[in-house]
T-cell receptor, first 114, second 115 residues
């Protein structure tokens, strides 16, 4: 089955620790995205990548970092600089980076930092 | 920049009743519009989309949405809801200003279908 895998589904960390969220897709999509979801705020774009070894900041990139070494993989690191990291994180991909193509979403990772 | 307003944060409705979830977007230029559905603790699934052509678009499970350019709206409707439609629904619009496939999402509407 083609799709997007995010792991783990639930993640708990202590404040001050960096944590990396995994996102893998086997849809052969070029573009990949990371969103953050908070209750009542919809989804906000953290980072996106159009091709391997290239990525751009979204609207709320501060305190996050990404890499895109392979087409299938787009891991997100939540660093200790992120002031409020507890949230639901969603990874998405699309066929290519044009406006008419919908984005496909993974199941999400719920991160709790205490 | 584009923005999306979903006018109702929660919509309670009884099973088999009709429902309308409202969505307004900010731009009057050409847009692509989407409705996504999210079940608890899951990712988003595309429900339907408007790209061009007929202003009325339908999903396979009975939802429909109508693109109204003059009112900059893309309201989602279903004539008879089921318990299984209970979920959160997000309206999204493509933002053409950034040079890439950027989606702007509304805050979501939580649909609660009661027996």
């Amino acid at each position: 089955d083609g799709g997007i895998t995010q792991s783990p589904k639930y993640l708990f960390r202590k404040e001050g620790q960096n944590v990396t969220l995994s996102c893998e897709q086997n849809l052969n999509h070029d573009a990949m995205y990371w969103y953050r979801q908070d209750p009542g705020q919809g989804l906000r774009l953290i980072y996106y990548s159009q091709i391997v070894n290239d990525f751009q900041k979204g609207d709320i990139a501060e305190g996050y970092s990404v890499s895109r070494e392979k087409k299938e993989s787009f891991p997100l690191t939540v660093t200790s600089a992120q002031k409020n990291p507890t949230a639901f994180y969603l990874c998405a991909s699309s066929i290519r980076d044009t406006y008419s193509y919908e984005q496909y979403f993974g199941p999400g990772t719920r991160l709790t930092v205490t | 920049a584009q923005s999306v307003t979903q006018l109702d944060s929660q919509v309670p409705v009884f099973e088999e009743a009709p429902v309308e979830l409202r969505c307004n977007y900010s731009s009057s230029v050409s847009v692509y519009l989407f409705w996504y559905v999210q079940y608890p603790n899951q990712g988003l699934q595309l429900l339907l989309k408007y790209l061009s052509g007929s202003t009325l678009v339908e999903s396979i499970n009975g939802f429909e949405a109508e693109f109204n350019k003059s009112q900059t709206s893309f309201h989602l409707r279903k004539p008879s809801v089921h318990i299984s439609d209970t979920a959160e629904y997000f309206c999204a619009v493509s933002d053409l200003s950034g040079g890439y496939n950027k989606l702007i999402f509304g805050a979501g509407t939580r649909l609660a279908v009661h027996p």
